[in-house]
């Protein structure tokens, strides 16, 4: 256990228990590698904080839960000493940075939970077990911090949404609050995961944005689904030539993810996944559907 000025850093349960003062509390879970993303969620809970009082807990674990076999688990940058500097003077009361076995001490947990259908497709469709490692650990974490709020970033829409269904279905006592994605001043959405890319790389990779930003400017001008989806689709280039492989772009009912069709009028989702090189990138853009 690590005492700062205003800044507590616990690494077990039995530390973390004592350090949850009675009242409200705001929770920001991360992996760590800590980015402005991850600091606008910090910002937004502080923000809550001022309103209502209370304590801020952000929680770092790269949880091994969530990663496939073939995925970066091992590789997945481990910053803490970075992280907990980046958060220090940002009115974090208490950085919950677990190990492995104090979050599972027992192994990897026998019972977990089960995203549902929204988990399948997707992001879930193309990381088999990846949503029911999420909501395992959001859930675990849930319980261990105890929050009020919970704040989680838009960029991972998916996830948010799952994370919300959980909360409504198993009737947790949370409110989740979504921070808008943080990009970079070319359009990028930041990522832990940016750093994995070469100069070229970094290049290939603003298909993305920009294909989620013609996407959301053909709705704002009044698009239909199916003419928002070609405007994205258009913009993103062409793979095989621009150095990334597409996994997915497509307009979904934010809620559930289901596809949405031409008649949809109302809220919905622009959502796009790309490989380049060994790095997946995500992005997406909330939309309204008007036309
Ligand atoms: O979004 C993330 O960083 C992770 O999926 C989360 C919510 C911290 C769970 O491990």
């Given amino acids: 256990m690590t005492e700062g000025a205003r800044l507590l850093v616990v690494h077990t349960w039995a530390d973390l228990r004592p350090a949850l003062r009675p009242g409200p509390r705001a929770v920001v879970m ?4 800590l980015h402005q993303g991850h600091l606008d969620l910090v910002a937004r809970a502080q923000q809550w904080r001022a309103a209502v009082g209370g304590q801020v807990v952000v929680t770092v674990f790269v949880n091994p839960l969530q990663f496939g076999p073939e995925e970066d688990f091992e590789a997945y940058p481990r910053t803490l000493e970075a992280d907990v500097a980046a958060l220090a003077g940002r009115g974090v009361d208490v950085v919950y940075a677990p190990s492995v076995v104090d979050l599972y001490p027992a192994g990897p947990p026998l019972v977990r ?42 960029k991972d829409a998916q996830q948010l949404a799952l994370v919300r269904q959980m909360v409504a279905d198993l009737d947790l006592a949370v409110r989740i609050v979504a921070v808008p994605i943080r990009r970079e001043a070319d359009g990028l959405a930041l990522s832990s995961r940016n750093r994995y890319l070469s100069a070229p790389q970094r290049t290939a990779a603003l298909a993305l944005p920009r294909a989620v930003a013609a996407g959301a ?51 919905a989702l622009l959502i796009g996944a790309i490989r380049v090189g060994t790095t997946r990138l995500i992005d997406n853009a909330p939309l309204t559907i008007t036309g």
């Fill in 113 to 154: 939970l089960n995203p549902g259908p929204v988990g399948e497709v997707f992001e879930g469709a193309i990381r088999p077990g990846h949503f029911a490692g999420v909501l395992t650990v959001v859930h675990k974490l849930l319980g261990r911090t105890q929050p009020t709020v919970a704040l989680f970033g838009q």
């Fill in 30 to 33: 991360t992996m760590g590698a």
């Fill in 217 to 267: 400017a053909a709705a704002a001008a009044g698009a239909g689904v199916t003419t928002v989806r070609q405007a994205a689709w258009d913009a993103l280039g062409n793979a095989s030539s621009d150095g990334f492989e597409t996994d997915y772009l497509e307009v979904v009912d934010p809620s559930d993810f289901t596809v949405l069709g031409q008649a949809w009028r109302g809220p």
